[in-house]
């Protein structure tokens, strides 16, 4: 035990836990805090323009690394712009402790300046909170903190400290015991129930693993289990937005990602299997479609570390609550050992009715000659960067779809997007998060130009601290998915989806110090995109693209898997369908 | 575009209906500032039904407190319920003392009735028959401490109605389970 101020105990519990570098923003209530980060080297801050990015920039940081990312910000408008942060850290369970200055805490309750009710605030939207009202207590909740936040399905933590706090002087200790009692995470499976998973996996005729982000938490070991459990019984496998990764899209199994933006072969067969075996995935409206029409015929596995995702939107005929890894884990070794011989006939049949699916090529487009179609930029942009160590951060819309059909992923937290919460935004501090923790490493935030303005500032933080991330703007001057909708389901009364005072990007990357290119036809795309890549500046890229563009497949919402709208360029299922394929259908 | 004459709206239909029952829950909570807030605020959050909500402090050395909560839900919310509460840090266990065996269930009440002559005798006459004690009386008032199954005190609160009920005020449910075993 040593004796300092509570300021010197949050750095100090952060290198304590191995915090390379937090993310913050100034400001009265965290003064003392900021004062014993400028007398320390342990602890890199980055300092962002806006208190959303921070929050954001952590984000990148944890998903891309699986580490906690930390985030410092002063009290009122501080902590009230880190709430869409912590909303959406809370939506795709990303690892964060943040630090919140609060008012001394006799002003606690007087409406003093800059005093908002952080932990009443923050309280719905993190996985749990702090107010530090003595100096005793400060150390415990710290690192009380990281655990939170890191064990059991990750969220985000606030830690509320009021200056006064950050003043006083106390005794420093690393606790070796957790206080809350009744939190403990299950991380192991029940293993009859795992046998039983194993045997219903063994007579399925039409199986299928669906899996999410709860495997790019769970870790590289539960991405590589998956892998082997999925070479081992041959099924095919498609994954969420949020589980990109977990599976190499290179792999013949695969079938891409399923849901509302999903391939016909992923969809239809979520819709025809027999046997659905969920992986740390949570049944969200954007994958299932309609309940009521959800896989009508298949029996379910779920495995999940969340009790409460469970039975929530689709009733789980097997529940195994536990960690993806050790569950995948027991799987893997029950599989090898029992010798079990799958239906192989069965299964042949189900591949060919796949292949019929697969022939529809559903995510065909029509290109062009004259105008850049975002999907063909996607399609470049990958071609050029995939032998590279590439990381890609999205916003939320059109863009961010076609990144994932388009850009496939081979490897886990490469790819880091606003899934649950979808907040448009999240892509440029993201990326910056991202290129911090992979300093050689080419970070790309496949951007619209309507979110990225939301959070443009965070280019300058990409400046002061010479993080090379590109931006690559698809830019329609659309909300283009709002575009879209209201195109499909409003009928063509486009309000407020065209923004009719874009800046000149170009400019504006140079008004920040940055490199700005702009592509308007596709004869110049690659020459661009190589430009992009090899300025070791932070890059705003400006690809003007196709104003009318769609995002297909789409299952519109409220409808079932099997009413999928196609892009007019897909071909028709009835040329797809094999002799084979009759008989299943 | 491939849209059928059904399609009117895109919002999705409402999932089937089904049974709405009324469940009694022990939630075993560290007593810590703001516990109560969050188990309110994901009831209120989610929008579940809280019919009746009692808590205190029931372990002073562990800082632990009790809160019993009577909600009503389909037999899947109530799953959903139990499992939300249970992720809370702050819960230790969730117990639903509906389904977990034979449980006892009581409320107190405090009921003020204001009357003279027959009404008062007919007042006294019933609070005896309920066993209801007479805790406060004046001339013209009485207040009557009863307890019981909250179905009991609706009844007498009904019968005091006439006879000059002036307000009421009940704790709501506290409930445990029957036999040997703790929650």
Known sequence: MTEMTGAEMVIAALADQGVEHIFGYPGGAVLPIYDAIVQQDKVNHILVRHEQGAVHAAEGYARSTGKVGTVVVTSGPGATNAVTGLTDALCDSVPLVVITGQVPTHLIGNDAFQECDTVGITRPCTKYNYLVKTIDDLPRALHEAFHIAASGRPGPVVVDIPKDIQFARGAYFKPKEFQHRGYRPKVKGDL?????AIDMMAAAKRPLFYTGGGLINSGRAACDLLRELVKLTGFPITSTLMGLGAFPAADKQWLGMLGMHGTWEANWSMHDCDLMIAVGARFDDRITGRLDAFSPGSKKIHIDIDPSSINKNVKADLAIVGDCAHVLEDM???????????????????????????????????????????????????ELTKDRDT???????QHQMWAAQFYPFQEPNRWMTSGGLGTMGYGLPASVG??????????????????????????????????????????????????QWQELLHGKRYAHSYTEALPDFVKLAEAYHAHGI???????????????????????????????????PMIPSGRAHNEMLLGDAATRVEDAVTEAGKVMV | MNTTATATTHYPASTATEQVETRILCVLVDNEPGVLARVIGLFAGRGYNI?????????????????????????????????????????????????????LQRELAMVKVRGKGEHRVEALRLADAFRARVIDASPESFVFEITGASDKIDSFVNLMLPLGLVEVSRTGVVAISRGPEGM
């Open chain 1, 332 to 382: 893997v070794r029950l599989w090898r050992a029992s010798a079990i011989v799958p239906d192989k006939k069965a299964l042949q049949a189900w591949w060919e009715q796949i292949g019929t699916w697969r022939a529809k090529n559903s995510l065909a487009f029509r290109n062009s000659n004259e105008i850049i179609k975002p999907q063909y930029a996607i399609q470049r942009l990958y």
């Open chain 1, 518 to 552: 702009r592509c308007t036809h596709p004869g110049e795309l690659d020459e661009k995109i190589r430009e992009m890549i090899d300025v070791k500046k932070p890059v705003l890229f400006d690809c003007v693209v196709d104003p009318a563009e769609n995002c297909f």
């Open chain 1, 391 to 397: 990381y890609i951060t999205t916003e939320v819309g």
């Open chain 1, 192 to 196: 009859d129930k795992i046998k039983e």
């Open chain 2, 51 to 103: 019919d009746s909500l009692t808590v205190s402090e029931t372990e002073h050395e562990k800082h632990l407190s009790r809160i019993t909560v009577v909600t009503r839900g389909t037999p899947m919310v109530i799953e959903q319920i139990k499992n939300q509460l249970d992720r809370l840090v702050p819960v230790h266990r969730v117990v639903d003392l509906t389904t977990g065996g034979p449980a």
């Open chain 1, 434 to 483: 991202v290129q911090l923790a992979h300093p050689g490493s080419l970070v790309i935030d496949i951007a619209g130009e309507a979110s990225v303005l939301m959070t443009m500032q965070e280019l300058s933080t990409a400046v002061q601290y010479d993080l090379p991330v590109k931006i690559f703007i698809l830019n329609n001057q659309y909300m283009g998915m709002v575009r």
